[in-house]
Protein backbone atom coordinates (compact mmCIF):
# COMPACT_ATOMS: atom_id res chain seq x y z
CA UNK A 1 0.00 0.00 0.00
CA UNK A 2 3.05 2.48 0.88
CA UNK A 3 4.22 1.02 -2.35
CA UNK A 4 1.10 2.29 -4.30
CA UNK A 5 1.19 5.69 -2.40
CA UNK A 6 4.50 6.39 -3.49
CA UNK A 7 4.74 5.52 -7.35
CA UNK A 8 1.62 7.85 -7.22
CA UNK A 9 3.46 11.15 -5.61
CA UNK A 10 6.06 10.27 -8.19
CA UNK A 11 3.48 10.36 -10.97
CA UNK A 12 2.05 13.15 -9.73
CA UNK A 13 5.64 14.63 -9.33
CA UNK A 14 6.60 14.15 -12.64
CA UNK A 15 3.66 15.37 -14.71
CA UNK A 16 3.88 18.38 -12.27
CA UNK A 17 7.03 18.77 -13.66
CA UNK A 18 6.33 18.11 -17.37
CA UNK A 19 3.82 20.32 -17.33
CA UNK A 20 5.92 23.33 -16.23
CA UNK A 21 8.74 22.76 -18.57
CA UNK A 22 7.78 25.36 -21.43
CA UNK A 23 9.84 25.63 -24.85
CA UNK A 24 9.59 29.19 -26.31
CA UNK A 25 9.55 29.56 -30.10
CA UNK A 26 10.94 32.07 -32.28
CA UNK A 27 9.79 35.64 -32.58
CA UNK A 28 7.89 34.88 -29.16
CA UNK A 29 8.29 36.19 -25.39
CA UNK A 30 7.05 35.03 -22.36
CA UNK A 31 6.69 37.34 -19.39
CA UNK A 32 7.00 36.01 -15.98
CA UNK A 33 5.86 36.68 -12.73
CA UNK A 34 6.83 34.88 -9.40
CA UNK A 35 4.12 35.76 -6.24
CA UNK A 36 2.64 37.97 -8.56
CA UNK A 37 5.41 40.21 -9.21
CA UNK A 38 7.46 40.94 -12.58
CA UNK A 39 10.01 38.28 -12.48
CA UNK A 40 11.87 38.06 -15.68
CA UNK A 41 11.16 37.29 -19.54
CA UNK A 42 11.70 33.93 -21.72
CA UNK A 43 13.40 34.43 -24.98
CA UNK A 44 13.78 31.41 -27.34
CA UNK A 45 14.45 28.11 -25.74
CA UNK A 46 13.65 26.05 -23.30
CA UNK A 47 12.56 27.05 -19.69
CA UNK A 48 11.02 25.58 -16.51
CA UNK A 49 8.53 26.85 -14.54
CA UNK A 50 8.82 26.83 -10.68
CA UNK A 51 5.37 24.86 -9.71
CA UNK A 52 2.81 26.96 -7.62
CA UNK A 53 5.26 29.80 -7.50
CA UNK A 54 6.21 31.61 -11.32
CA UNK A 55 3.28 31.61 -13.86
CA UNK A 56 3.10 32.94 -17.35
CA UNK A 57 1.88 36.21 -17.42
CA UNK A 58 2.22 37.07 -20.59
CA UNK A 59 3.37 36.02 -24.00
CA UNK A 60 3.79 38.33 -26.52
CA UNK A 61 4.46 38.09 -30.41
CA UNK A 62 7.84 40.15 -31.13
CA UNK A 63 6.70 40.40 -35.09
CA UNK A 64 5.69 43.18 -36.80
CA UNK A 65 2.12 43.40 -36.88
CA UNK A 66 -0.77 45.40 -38.73
CA UNK A 67 -3.40 47.05 -37.34
CA UNK A 68 -6.51 48.20 -39.75
CA UNK A 69 -8.57 51.24 -37.94
CA UNK A 70 -12.13 51.95 -39.07
CA UNK A 71 -12.50 55.41 -41.00
CA UNK A 72 -12.63 58.45 -39.14
CA UNK A 73 -14.79 61.60 -39.30
CA UNK A 74 -11.67 64.51 -39.56
CA UNK A 75 -12.74 68.31 -41.12
CA UNK A 76 -10.26 70.11 -42.84
CA UNK A 77 -8.90 73.61 -42.16
CA UNK A 78 -11.42 74.86 -45.14
CA UNK A 79 -14.36 72.85 -43.25
CA UNK A 80 -14.68 69.97 -45.37
CA UNK A 81 -15.49 66.69 -43.48
CA UNK A 82 -13.98 63.33 -44.63
CA UNK A 83 -13.68 59.64 -43.65
CA UNK A 84 -10.45 58.40 -43.30
CA UNK A 85 -9.17 55.03 -42.48
CA UNK A 86 -5.20 54.62 -41.08
CA UNK A 87 -3.22 51.23 -40.99
CA UNK A 88 -0.66 51.34 -38.50
CA UNK A 89 2.46 48.87 -38.55
CA UNK A 90 3.72 48.44 -35.41
CA UNK A 91 6.54 46.03 -33.52
CA UNK A 92 6.89 44.99 -30.34
CA UNK A 93 10.50 45.63 -28.70
CA UNK A 94 9.63 45.55 -24.88
CA UNK A 95 7.34 42.60 -23.55
CA UNK A 96 7.90 43.99 -19.48
CA UNK A 97 5.98 47.36 -20.82
CA UNK A 98 3.89 45.69 -23.30
CA UNK A 99 2.55 43.90 -20.51
CA UNK A 100 2.39 46.36 -17.71
CA UNK A 101 3.06 49.52 -19.51
CA UNK A 102 -0.74 50.42 -20.40
CA UNK A 103 -4.40 48.19 -20.65
CA UNK A 104 -5.72 47.77 -24.24
CA UNK A 105 -2.60 48.52 -25.96
CA UNK A 106 -4.65 48.68 -29.35
CA UNK A 107 -7.44 50.17 -28.02
CA UNK A 108 -4.89 53.26 -27.23
CA UNK A 109 -3.11 53.20 -30.43
CA UNK A 110 -6.39 53.83 -32.13
CA UNK A 111 -7.74 56.44 -30.21
CA UNK A 112 -4.34 57.73 -30.40
CA UNK A 113 -4.14 57.87 -34.36
CA UNK A 114 -7.77 59.12 -34.68
CA UNK A 115 -6.73 62.72 -32.79
CA UNK A 116 -3.51 62.72 -34.43
CA UNK A 117 -5.20 62.63 -37.76
CA UNK A 118 -7.88 65.20 -36.80
CA UNK A 119 -5.00 67.47 -35.77
CA UNK A 120 -3.04 67.11 -38.74
CA UNK A 121 -6.18 67.25 -40.94
CA UNK A 122 -6.99 70.00 -39.34
CA UNK A 123 -3.95 72.31 -40.55
CA UNK A 124 -4.53 71.12 -44.08
CA UNK A 125 -6.98 72.21 -46.93
CA UNK A 126 -8.91 69.41 -48.72
CA UNK A 127 -6.62 69.94 -51.83
CA UNK A 128 -3.43 69.42 -49.44
CA UNK A 129 -4.86 66.40 -47.87
CA UNK A 130 -5.15 64.71 -51.14
CA UNK A 131 -2.06 65.18 -52.84
CA UNK A 132 -0.09 65.19 -49.36
CA UNK A 133 -0.34 61.69 -48.25
CA UNK A 134 3.49 61.32 -47.93
CA UNK A 135 3.54 63.70 -45.37
CA UNK A 136 0.85 63.13 -43.72
CA UNK A 137 1.89 59.10 -42.93
CA UNK A 138 5.35 61.04 -41.59
CA UNK A 139 4.10 62.72 -39.29
CA UNK A 140 1.80 60.38 -37.75
CA UNK A 141 4.60 57.90 -37.65
CA UNK A 142 6.50 60.29 -35.57
CA UNK A 143 3.93 61.54 -33.24
CA UNK A 144 2.72 57.65 -32.68
CA UNK A 145 6.11 56.24 -32.18
CA UNK A 146 6.95 58.58 -29.67
CA UNK A 147 3.68 58.59 -27.91
CA UNK A 148 3.83 54.11 -27.91
CA UNK A 149 7.63 54.36 -26.64
CA UNK A 150 6.17 53.79 -22.84
CA UNK A 151 4.59 51.07 -23.63
CA UNK A 152 7.01 48.68 -25.57
CA UNK A 153 6.21 49.29 -29.28
CA UNK A 154 7.78 50.97 -32.18
CA UNK A 155 5.48 52.09 -34.28
CA UNK A 156 7.28 51.61 -38.29
CA UNK A 157 5.20 52.80 -40.58
CA UNK A 158 1.53 54.71 -40.94
CA UNK A 159 -0.53 54.72 -44.40
CA UNK A 160 -3.85 56.41 -44.93
CA UNK A 161 -5.60 53.62 -46.85
CA UNK A 162 -8.56 55.76 -47.85
CA UNK A 163 -9.95 59.51 -48.10
CA UNK A 164 -13.41 59.70 -48.79
CA UNK A 165 -14.43 63.23 -49.21
CA UNK A 166 -18.34 64.16 -49.33
CA UNK A 167 -20.33 62.92 -52.74
CA UNK A 168 -20.70 65.99 -54.20
CA UNK A 169 -17.00 67.06 -53.71
CA UNK A 170 -16.35 63.58 -55.36
CA UNK A 171 -18.68 64.74 -58.26
CA UNK A 172 -17.31 68.28 -58.88
CA UNK A 173 -13.81 66.59 -58.55
CA UNK A 174 -14.72 64.31 -61.75
CA UNK A 175 -16.02 66.97 -63.79
CA UNK A 176 -12.50 69.16 -63.06
CA UNK A 177 -10.71 65.95 -64.13
CA UNK A 178 -12.97 64.98 -67.06
CA UNK A 179 -12.11 68.90 -67.92
CA UNK A 180 -8.66 68.17 -67.92
CA UNK A 181 -8.65 65.33 -69.62
CA UNK A 182 -10.46 66.96 -72.76
CA UNK A 183 -8.22 70.31 -72.35
CA UNK A 184 -5.02 67.79 -72.79
CA UNK A 185 -6.80 65.81 -75.24
CA UNK A 186 -7.53 69.07 -77.33
CA UNK A 187 -3.80 69.96 -76.61
CA UNK A 188 -2.31 67.02 -78.24
CA UNK A 189 -4.44 66.97 -81.34
CA UNK A 190 -3.63 71.05 -81.91
CA UNK A 191 -0.48 70.32 -81.75
CA UNK A 192 -0.39 67.38 -83.98
CA UNK A 193 -2.34 69.50 -86.33
CA UNK A 194 -0.18 72.06 -86.05
CA UNK A 195 2.68 69.47 -87.22
CA UNK A 196 0.83 68.10 -90.12
CA UNK A 197 1.05 71.45 -91.28
CA UNK A 198 4.00 72.22 -90.96
CA UNK A 199 5.40 69.18 -92.59
CA UNK A 200 2.49 69.78 -95.64
CA UNK A 201 4.18 73.49 -95.57
CA UNK A 202 8.16 71.98 -95.84
CA UNK A 203 7.38 69.66 -98.46
CA UNK A 204 5.49 72.00 -100.61
CA UNK A 205 8.55 74.24 -99.70
CA UNK A 206 10.99 71.86 -100.79
CA UNK A 207 8.63 70.90 -103.72
CA UNK A 208 8.99 74.36 -104.92
CA UNK A 209 12.53 74.61 -104.96
CA UNK A 210 13.33 71.25 -106.67
CA UNK A 211 10.71 72.27 -109.33
CA UNK A 212 12.84 75.69 -109.33
CA UNK A 213 16.16 74.11 -109.92
CA UNK A 214 14.75 71.90 -112.45
CA UNK A 215 13.31 75.01 -114.54
CA UNK A 216 16.76 76.80 -113.87
CA UNK A 217 18.77 73.84 -115.26
CA UNK A 218 16.93 73.26 -118.41
CA UNK A 219 17.34 77.22 -118.72
CA UNK A 220 21.05 76.68 -118.36
CA UNK A 221 20.91 73.88 -120.88
CA UNK A 222 19.07 75.35 -123.32
CA UNK A 223 21.26 78.79 -123.56
CA UNK A 224 24.51 76.40 -123.58
CA UNK A 225 22.85 74.42 -126.65
CA UNK A 226 21.80 77.66 -128.55
CA UNK A 227 25.55 79.09 -127.47
CA UNK A 228 27.17 75.79 -129.03
CA UNK A 229 25.23 76.33 -132.36
CA UNK A 230 25.61 80.15 -132.48
CA UNK A 231 29.59 78.64 -131.85
CA UNK A 232 28.73 75.86 -134.88
CA UNK A 233 27.34 78.48 -136.85
CA UNK A 234 30.32 81.02 -136.47
CA UNK A 235 32.94 78.28 -137.05
CA UNK A 236 31.33 77.37 -140.02
CA UNK A 237 31.46 80.60 -141.51
CA UNK A 238 35.09 81.08 -140.40
CA UNK A 239 36.22 77.73 -141.98
CA UNK A 240 34.33 79.10 -145.20
CA UNK A 241 35.83 82.42 -145.32
CA UNK A 242 39.01 80.81 -144.70
CA UNK A 243 38.45 78.20 -147.32
CA UNK A 244 37.74 81.71 -149.61
CA UNK A 245 40.67 83.10 -148.77
CA UNK A 246 43.01 79.93 -149.95
CA UNK A 247 41.26 80.11 -152.66
CA UNK A 248 42.07 83.59 -153.64
CA UNK A 249 38.71 84.22 -155.86
CA UNK A 250 38.68 87.17 -158.53
CA UNK A 251 36.55 89.94 -157.89
CA UNK A 252 34.14 89.26 -160.49
CA UNK A 253 33.06 85.93 -158.59
CA UNK A 254 32.66 87.74 -155.44
CA UNK A 255 30.77 90.04 -156.96
CA UNK A 256 28.73 87.82 -158.56
CA UNK A 257 28.23 85.83 -155.15
CA UNK A 258 27.25 88.88 -153.65
CA UNK A 259 24.46 89.27 -156.26
CA UNK A 260 23.24 85.69 -155.55
CA UNK A 261 23.16 86.62 -151.73
CA UNK A 262 20.77 89.73 -152.70
CA UNK A 263 19.14 88.20 -154.67
CA UNK A 264 18.12 85.09 -152.62
CA UNK A 265 17.37 88.48 -150.04
CA UNK A 266 14.74 89.86 -152.72
CA UNK A 267 13.02 86.47 -152.82
CA UNK A 268 12.04 86.61 -149.09
CA UNK A 269 9.95 89.10 -147.35
CA UNK A 270 12.30 92.26 -147.02
CA UNK A 271 10.37 94.92 -148.87
CA UNK A 272 13.76 97.33 -149.63
CA UNK A 273 17.09 96.37 -150.39
CA UNK A 274 19.85 98.77 -150.65
CA UNK A 275 22.48 97.44 -153.66
CA UNK A 276 25.82 98.73 -153.37
CA UNK A 277 27.23 100.35 -156.88
CA UNK A 278 29.30 97.95 -157.65
CA UNK A 279 26.92 95.43 -157.96
CA UNK A 280 24.26 97.86 -159.81
CA UNK A 281 27.35 97.97 -162.63
CA UNK A 282 27.85 93.96 -163.04
CA UNK A 283 24.18 93.54 -162.92
CA UNK A 284 23.90 96.16 -165.41
CA UNK A 285 27.10 94.32 -167.70
CA UNK A 286 25.01 90.89 -167.01
CA UNK A 287 21.57 92.04 -168.66
CA UNK A 288 24.01 93.57 -171.56
CA UNK A 289 25.21 90.17 -172.37
CA UNK A 290 22.18 88.20 -171.98
CA UNK A 291 20.66 90.40 -174.52
CA UNK A 292 23.19 90.09 -176.96
CA UNK A 293 23.37 86.57 -176.60
CA UNK A 294 19.38 86.38 -177.75
CA UNK A 295 20.09 89.09 -180.69
CA UNK A 296 22.65 86.36 -181.84
CA UNK A 297 20.30 83.67 -181.40
CA UNK A 298 17.27 84.93 -183.17
CA UNK A 299 18.84 85.18 -186.99
CA UNK A 300 19.92 81.19 -186.61
CA UNK A 301 16.64 80.51 -185.35
CA UNK A 302 14.98 81.97 -188.52
CA UNK A 303 17.57 80.37 -190.82
CA UNK A 304 16.50 76.93 -189.39
CA UNK A 305 12.62 77.39 -189.55
CA UNK A 306 13.34 78.45 -193.46
CA UNK A 307 14.59 75.29 -193.77
CA UNK A 308 11.98 73.66 -192.09
Known amino acids: MEFIALALIIALIIVILIQNIRIVQQARAYVIERLGAYSTTWNVGLHFKIPFIEKVSKIVSLKEQVADFPPQPVITKDNVTMQIDTVVYFQITDPKLYAYGIEQPMLAIENLSATTLRNIIGDLELDQCLTSRDVINTKMRAILDEATDPWGIKVNRVELKNILPPREIQNAMEKQMKAERERREAILRAEGEKRAAILTAEGEKESAILRADAKKQQQILEAEGEAAAILSVQKATAEGIKLINEA ?61
Request: proline content about 5%; aromatic content about 2%.
Open 248 to 308: APSEAVVKLKALDAFTAAANGRATKIIIPSEIQGLAGLAEGIIETVRLTEKPGDKKTADRG
